[in-house]
């Protein structure tokens, strides 16, 4: 009893703090291995809602992608970590995202009362997209967030979930990431199949627990940066230098990493922030 009332302490001032701060979450595909992982981060993010936190859940699903698309006899290719998406790809890729894994996330959420409402990006003009590059087909850029449609969720004290296709100006659908900055947000935390940010992707004890955007430019030119986990690094700068406090990236198979991450001194994943920080995120 006295261990989890010592937990229970050092969760206050997190809370006290965050209290009405607005927390996208990233679920990348890869991280959702099983039944049990999905029902550990709803009852997370209900937790959070309870709390006071205004949380957004932004979901991948990547692996689910190049599963249904191996069965439907699709080539699967990346260029720089990106899936190359073609119509065809573009087809499965709403479908999985939009139909299916939402839908997943949205009913565990749900469990726990109604909390809930699954969107896409291309919903009320969520999401406005733009092609990144053409070698990569229907793979977009948020080229704007109309944030109307979240803000209006979360008044009503729902927590949003949200599939990431997006639209262009023609109404061409896109495969994009996820932007956190036009909602207000004061922290972004990816979840995904990695502990953090590692100094050796070969020694899950190299853990980086907190580096600035300097650090990560300085890792990427030395090369001690590669594959797919640029994109995601250059996403996590993108946020912070777009007005994001702080970013989190940790590995969302462990149980409770979110609450953990938030809610105690030392965390378990890597923060990346504009400057040094200190234990307490200041």
């Known amino acids: 009893p006295i261990d989890r009332a010592a937990v229970l302490i050092e969760a206050l001032p997190y809370i006290q703090r965050f209290r009405d701060a607005i927390v996208v979450v990233k679920f990348g595909g890869n991280a959702m291995e099983s039944d049990e992982i999905v029902a550990g981060l709803a009852a997370d993010l209900v937790l959070m809602r309870a709390v006071g936190l205004?949380?957004?859940?932004v979901h991948g699903g990547g692996p689910q992608i190049g599963e249904i698309s191996a069965r439907l006899?699709?080539?699967t290719t990346f260029r720089d970590g990106l899936r190359v998406t073609d119509a065809e790809t573009l087809d499965v890729a709403r479908m999985v995202l939009v139909g299916k894994v939402n839908r997943e996330l949205v009913a565990a959420l749900n469990l726990h009362g109604a909390v809930a409402v699954g969107v896409a990006g291309e919903d009320a003009g969520l999401i406005s997209a733009e092609p990144r590059d053409p070698a990569l087909g229907f793979v977009g850029d948020v080229a704007a967030v109309n944030p109307s449609?979240?803000?209006?969720?979360?008044?009503?004290d729902l927590i949003p979930v949200v599939s990431t296709i997006g639209a262009g100006a023609d109404g061409q659908a896109y495969n994009i990431n996820a932007d956190a900055v036009a909602v207000g947000a004061t922290k972004l935390v990816y979840l995904t199949d990695v502990p953090g940010l590692l100094a050796d992707v070969d020694d899950p004890a190299s853990l980086i627990s907190s580096a600035t955007v300097a650090d990560i430019e300085r890792m990427v030119e030395s090369g001690t940066l590669t594959g797919g986990m640029i994109p995601k690094l250059d996403a996590c700068c993108g946020a912070v230098t777009g007005g994001v406090p702080s970013v989190h990236i940790l590995?969302?198979?462990a149980p409770h990493a979110l609450l953990l991450e938030l809610f105690t001194d030392t965390g378990i994943g890597t923060m990346i922030s504009a400057e040094e920080r200190n234990a307490d995120g200041l």
Do not use: I, M
Request: cysteine-free; overall charge neutral.
């Open 54 to 57: 205004r949380p957004v859940l």
């Open 73 to 75: 006899g699709l080539t």
């Open 149 to 156: 449609l979240l803000n209006g969720l979360l008044a009503e």
């Open 251 to 253: 590995d969302g198979r």
